[in-house]
């Protein structure tokens, strides 16, 4: 089975704050994504990477920046925490044009 | 227009009961579309993948119309554990764009 992991479920932060959330799949998987999932909004894609060391903004970026030093971690990182940043963020990895398998998610609060 | 639309729910139907849930897509160069379900404070799950001449898995019935860019889900004699958010999904290249979802509720 595949799995992706999340590095934390729950994480409670300060404005501010530089914050990491790291994700891990094992199946080898070329295209790597986060998301964040909001009441009424939905999934939105901030970053997605289809190789390591390449990064393509979604349709939220600002605020967030990604990194990809090996093909099985993809790491959101957001450098200065704000309220508005508080949201379920969840990874997802998939082989080309196929289906997605997702993380558990991390749910971030920004106090 | 958003480029993934879905019925807005919530559906509250009763054991048995037969539903169909109807997504639109704008993208008409759109390569694969999927069904997913996620369950309250869960992650995203794959129910099914659609395919051009229409797919079934068990009660589940997925179909595509590539001409009026529209797919559809139809569950048959539903059961309390369908109780959850169905998430239309469609891929272009290697983006995926998700509906904002539909709320089944099926009650006892």
């Known amino acids: 089975d595949v799995k992706v992991t999340q590095s934390s479920r729950y994480l409670v932060k300060r404005t501010g704050e530089k914050v990491f959330l790291e994700c891990v799949q094992d199946m080898d998987h070329e295209n790597m994504f986060w998301y964040r999932q909001d009441p009424g909004l939905g999934l939105r894609l901030i970053y997605f990477?289809?190789?390591?060391?390449?990064?393509e903004k979604g349709d939220i970026p600002e605020g967030y920046s990604v990194s990809r030093e090996k093909k099985e971690r993809f790491s959101l990182i957001l450098e200065s925490a704000s309220t508005n940043q508080t949201s379920m963020y969840l990874c997802a990895s998939s082989p080309i044009s196929n289906e997605q398998f997702f993380g558990p998610g991390t749910r971030l609060t920004v106090l | 227009r958003k480029e993934v639309e879905q019925d807005p729910g919530p559906f509250n139907v009763p054991e048995g009961a037969t539903v169909a849930f109807n997504c639109t897509y704008s993208?008409?160069?759109?390569?694969?579309f999927f069904w997913y379900r996620q369950d309250c404070r869960k992650e995203p799950k794959l129910l099914m993948s659609v395919y051009s001449s229409g797919n079934e898995d068990g009660r589940f019935t997925a179909q595509l119309n590539r001409a009026s860019q529209y797919i559809s889900l139809l569950i048959r004699d539903s059961k309390l554990s369908d109780s959850a958010t169905y998430l239309c999904v469609v891929n272009s290249g290697q983006n995926f764009v998700f509906g904002p979802g539909t709320r089944l509720s099926v009650l006892p």
């Open positions: 993208n008409s160069a759109s390569q694969s």
């Open positions: 990477s289809y190789d390591v060391k390449m990064k």
